[in-house]
């Protein structure tokens, strides 16, 4: 099913500091705009960056590279970021709890052999086993080998053989801005997005 334009989150939104919080639909961003809560902006290259209001930026000139938006007076040009005026804050994320999120956490890693696994090779392992009353936690749960966690059975890893790498943790909260991601490859957004090679 393809996404309307108008709905596919393509706008990068900063808090009124400039720094990166969150990922929205141009519908979203026009919202903003509209109830004079964002500014667009304007970004030439890396060297020219405006704010600018819903008002004058209809007026902007549709560039090659812009997505555009059709209204009544005509295309106009969709923001690749927006500038709340008011928000401070940056949001902190909390990982849930997830087989993907335990993927991250371990590095892709089984915690018993050391082995690096395929997303096909991968279950999570309670170390203390469910049967015995081990929870479904970040401390209790590990990134394991489907056959051996098959094999590990309702056993605690002492009583199967095996030795953990390293004892697991809950993951840290972190800014929001650290888990944004360019998938989009949208120039504009590198100016505020942390790399991930730093």
Aim: glycine share 6%; charged share 20%; with cysteine.
């Amino acid at each position: 099913m393809k996404m309307n334009p108008v709905h596919e989150k393509c706008v990068l939104v900063l808090n009124r500091q400039w720094q990166a919080i969150s990922i929205v639909s141009p519908a979203d961003a026009f919202s903003h705009m509209s109830t004079d809560n964002a500014d667009g902006l304007d970004i030439e290259g890396g060297d020219t960056m405006n704010p600018t209001r819903l008002s004058d930026w209809m007026k902007l000139p549709v560039r090659a590279q812009d997505r555009t938006i059709g209204t009544a007076h005509g295309a106009i040009r969709v923001p690749t970021v927006i500038v709340l005026k008011d928000f401070a804050k940056v949001p902190i994320f909390i990982p849930k709890f997830s087989l993907k999120n335990v993927w991250v956490r371990d590095r892709g890693q089984c915690q018993y052999s050391g082995r690096m696994l395929k997303a096909n090779e991968a279950s999570i392992d309670h170390i203390i086993p469910q049967s015995r009353g081990g929870a479904t936690t970040w401390e209790n749960c590990v990134l394991a080998e489907r056959l051996l966690n098959s094999n590990k059975g309702a056993r605690t890893p002492a009583e199967a053989g095996l030795k953990l790498i390293k004892r697991p943790a809950a993951p840290k909260p972190v800014p929001i801005t650290l888990t944004l991601k360019n998938l989009l490859a949208i120039a504009d957004w590198d100016h505020f997005l942390i790399s991930s090679a730093a």
